[in-house]
């Protein structure tokens, strides 16, 4: 049984959140965070009878904000507020996506600066751990008032409404909380902006990119090492003295990674002349010799990036917030701003250019291998016959075409805005637009990845007689157990799809932690 995270009590970080989202860890709410929740809605509700103008409690929203609410419409308020968000469109976020949203929401509640009722919010964690997942539409947030329309999409159910995923199937919200012994509740003074008010989905989308990301970047060390054995490479550039007069730490781990794949290569480090048609040379293409200083820089951003998204996902973003009376302090009802995107729009942007990168130093060492005239002795197209035999022709075309995809992505979301809300949003995030583009360009940088792979695999397989690195001859019999190797033209698309699987799986990633500890214990 895994033991329960106690939400309110421990910081997330992504390693908790990929407990949650993937592992389906369950969560509580911790006891003292509890009291605060108490606390805080009975100050909202206080409020509400005072006759002080409280927004979104007895004033409408946004640029309605002017008309005044009477207490006794506080409920009905609350639940219109959350249908009349609830239009979002496109397809449903995938399951991983709105089980981080839903941990990341209950997150910021459980601190007690919101005014949600423990009742309320422990439907919300009943809903995350009996496996009950909102149907979320991915478009119709702009990342100003947080992601008012996606979250209202996943806060329908608590209400009563709207479509959830049970067991794979897609039913009614009544049905699917009838099916796990759930019900639904009535909002009171102001639950439902508590809600549906902050950065919890682009949030969580990039969580989930980031969680998928260092993988990757493992995966593409382990893979461009192949590359490098493939073509026989230089090692000079991978000494670590290089890489430590820099003192870039993403840059120092990537070299230590290729050093750890091709040890005991005979391939590369080879003296020239010792492989076939081995030309004298003693620097490489920039793609294989620069490849810790590109892969580093990803790294180096991931860090960062990580950095700000653990700091939202521990924020509370929603408006206005509640702080209850205490020693120092009378209490109040502020309006702030702490749902505009902007921190998290502005680094997923960035997260976007560091993937797309990725993909696009893998992309040129494709075109590497294929091309006879750089791969150093290889046949053209790593095929035999060629000319009757494309080979891995048009796998490297659609490396590129993914390639030049990703260059739309990249272009950074968060320099857009357009007004909202008849001019009182009149500055945006754009902040989930960054995020999606960065899911796209994840998903693309793990399919040049494993085109990268089966290239690879397909060059190491042609260096007949010469025994490859410990870790990327065992990389690369890992893929011939799903992939065979490529003797005449066959139809592509399912080994791209295969390898795609094994590069998602961290397969790569996993044969370059045990290497790495094999080599530790020597």
């Not at 049970?166 to 009171?188: H, I, K, N, R």
């Not at 291998?369 to 035999?389: A, C, H, I, Q, R």
């Amino acid at each position: 049984m895994i033991e329960p995270l106690a939400v309110g009590k421990q910081q997330l970080n992504l390693k908790r959140i990929e407990q949650v989202v993937f592992d389906q860890r369950p969560v509580t709410i911790d006891e003292e965070a509890m009291e605060a929740i108490e606390s805080s809605a009975a100050f909202v509700h206080r409020m509400a009878h005072s006759g002080t103008a409280v927004y979104g409690v007895t004033t409408g929203f946004g640029a309605n904000r002017d008309q005044t609410i009477d207490p006794k419409d506080a409920e009905t308020l609350q639940q219109r507020l959350i249908v009349s968000h609830a239009c979002g469109v496109g397809d449903p976020l995938d399951e991983e996506v709105v089980r981080a949203m839903m941990l990341l929401r209950i997150n910021a509640l459980a601190r007690g600066n919101s005014g949600i009722r423990p009742a309320t919010l422990n439907l919300l964690v009943e809903m995350l751990n009996r496996n009950v997942h909102p149907v979320v539409p991915e478009m119709g947030s702009v990342g100003a008032s947080g992601d008012l329309c996606p979250l209202a999409h996943m806060c329908l159910p608590i209400i009563g409404l709207g479509e959830v995923v049970l067991d794979g199937e897609t039913v009614s919200a009544s049905a699917g909380f009838e099916a796990v012994g759930l019900e639904p509740t009535q909002l009171t003074y102001k639950e439902g902006l508590a809600l549906l008010n902050g950065t919890q989905a682009m949030t969580a989308v990039g969580a989930i990119v980031a969680i998928r990301f260092r993988q990757l970047l493992d995966c593409a060390d382990a893979v461009g090492a192949m590359s490098l054995d493939a073509v026989a490479g230089r090692l000079e550039a991978l000494d670590d003295r290089i890489h430590q007069l820099r003192a870039r730490v993403g840059q120092i781990r990537s070299a230590e990674h290729v050093r750890a794949m091709v040890a005991g290569s005979e391939l590369a480090g080879a003296e020239p002349g010792t492989v076939d048609g081995k030309v004298e040379y003693i620097q490489d293409s920039y793609s294989l010799r620069c490849m810790p200083q590109v892969h580093g820089a990803s790294r180096d951003v991931l860090d960062h990036v990580t950095d700000v998204l653990v700091t939202e996902s521990n924020a509370v973003t929603d408006n206005p917030l509640v702080f209850t009376p205490d020693d120092d302090h009378d209490g109040a009802i502020l309006s702030g701003g702490n749902f505009h995107g902007q921190p998290v729009a502005m680094a997923l942007d960035y997260l976007s250019l560091a993937i797309s990168e990725i993909g696009s130093v893998a992309e040129r060492r494709c075109a590497k291998l294929t091309d006879k005239y750089f791969s150093e002795g290889l046949p053209p197209f790593l095929v035999d016959e060629p000319g009757l035999n494309s080979g891995m022709m048009i796998p490297q075309y659609v490396a590129a075409a993914l390639a030049s995809e990703n260059k739309n992505r990249a272009h950074p979301a968060s320099v857009d805005s357009l007004t909202t809300s008849a001019n009182m949003e009149d500055h945006v995030s754009m902040g989930m637009h960054a995020a999606l583009h960065a899911l796209d360009v994840v998903e693309n940088v793990e399919r040049i990845v494993a085109i990268e792979y089966l290239i690879a695999a397909q060059a190491l397989d042609l260096r007949e007689g010469f025994t490859p690195g410990e870790g990327t001859g065992a990389a690369r019999d890992a893929l011939r157990e799903q992939v065979s190797f490529l003797d005449r033209d066959r139809i592509l698309a399912d080994d791209i799809n295969t390898a795609t699987d094994l590069v998602r799986a961290g397969i790569p990633a996993q044969i370059l932690e045990e290497t790495k500890q094999r080599q530790a214990n020597l």
